[in-house]
């Protein structure tokens, strides 16, 4: 891992301490001098402070494993945090355009209730004004029977656009009606998000402290740069091991990928996301004899990554060193990786295509700063990116 290491030496002391005592036993074992009840007294003594001092260092690597864990629990739960905030956060957006198109519906209906009202007031005047004609009178006096059934053909005509109107104009209250209705129903669902959303913030918030404390608490285990180096050998076989795993378990499942053929694929993958390239393939690691066996890329935290092949992911979850990691299994014996999550947005066993959204860039696994780190293996051994994506 790469994390600022406070300057003390107690682990450093402790070890040269181990070794004076042995020294000292040696000596005692072999005396130039002295009698051997009280030479077996020292010894037992000083067999007492060795064990006294591995208990020490048991004490404090116990000490670090359940400070890993806890960072592990802490991350976890916060790239789930604000994986649910983000889709809090869309889900209320989906919801105040279902309420804009539910109060421009409204207003168009009571547009139309409008138009209707008024030709409805149109239709009674003409009415009246057939009625000043005497619709009656024509038909009692048949003089003119032309006039007669021309009249009544009008009259019957608006009788049928004034029903037809009446019915419309029902219509649009019982639509107005019920979209009020429903903006009530979206409005309280809107509180309930928002309201989802602030409690969801603040659990970021207090997430976000509480893993810098700890982050703090864990540096202060690393107590000089043999231990860093440790730490770093130690995250470079955990990481090994969980990808010759991953190899011989792709070969307990055979025809999964035949449609796809990842070696055609080589200087023509699009990289998973934008960024500044911090540590190139193969160059060393700083304070360590090791080099980097991917590409640490820095972008903005939440900022997108995509699946660059398609493939099947098999694993999905917090590694020590790595954070959340998810690794692709593209067939053939080629993995794409991908560390330092803020949010995993997959999980094992799910297909994915060239180009889904499968993660967002964090700094996961203890890390001050956000980055994406990558990495292509083929049967568990590092490929340059840069040979690989354009």
Not at 239 to 260: A, I, Y
Not at 342 to 350: A, F, I, M, R, T
Request: aromatic fraction near 8%; charge should be positive.
């Amino acid at each position: 891992m790469q994390l600022n290491v406070p300057i003390h030496r107690l682990n450093r002391c402790l070890r040269f301490l181990v070794i004076v005592l042995m020294g000292l036993i040696v000596l005692m074992i072999y005396p130039l001098s002295g009698s051997a009840n009280n030479q077996q007294s020292q010894l037992n003594k000083l067999v007492e402070q060795i064990k006294g001092l591995k208990n020490i260092l048991q004490q404090k690597h116990d000490k670090r494993d359940a400070l890993q864990q806890d960072l592990n629990n802490i991350e976890t739960k916060y790239g789930e945090a604000s994986r649910n905030l983000q889709q809090t956060q869309q889900q209320i957006q989906q919801q105040q355009l279902q309420i804009a198109a539910l109060e421009n519906a409204s207003l168009f209906n009571q547009n139309q209730i409008q138009i209707q009202r008024q030709a409805l007031a149109e239709q009674l005047r003409l009415s009246y004004l057939l009625e000043r004609q005497g619709v009656i009178k024509l038909v009692l006096n048949q003089q003119d029977l032309s006039q007669m059934n021309r009249m009544l053909y009008y009259y019957q005509l608006l009788n049928k656009y004034r029903i037809q109107n009446i019915l419309n104009l029902q219509t649009d209250l019982a639509k107005i009606n019920n979209h009020q209705q429903q903006l009530y129903a979206e409005y309280q669902n809107l509180q309930q998000l928002q309201s989802q959303q602030q409690q969801q913030e603040n659990n970021l918030a207090l997430m976000k402290i509480n893993r810098t404390q700890l982050i703090t608490h864990i540096n202060q285990t690393i107590s000089d740069q043999n231990q860093r180096l440790d730490e770093l050998i130690a995250n470079k076989k955990r990481l090994e091991k969980t990808l010759v795993h991953l190899v011989q378990s792709e070969g307990t499942k055979p025809g999964q990928f035949r449609n796809q053929n990842f070696a055609l694929q080589r200087g023509h993958l699009p990289w998973p996301t934008k960024g500044l390239v911090l540590h190139y393939f193969n160059t060393p690691i700083a304070e360590s004899e090791l080099k980097w066996n991917g590409e640490l890329i820095e972008a903005p935290d939440g900022q997108p990554v995509y699946a660059v092949a398609p493939g099947t992911v098999v694993f999905s979850k917090w590694l020590e060193g790595y954070g959340l990691l998810l690794i692709i299994n593209h067939g053939g014996g080629y993995m794409t990786l991908y560390g330092r999550n803020h949010s995993l947005y997959k999980h094992e066993g799910d297909k994915v295509s060239a180009g889904d959204l499968i993660a967002t860039v964090g700094q996961s696994g203890g890390y001050d700063k956000p980055a994406l780190y990558f990495a292509i293996r083929y049967r568990a051994q590092p490929l340059n990116p840069n040979q690989w994506c354009v």
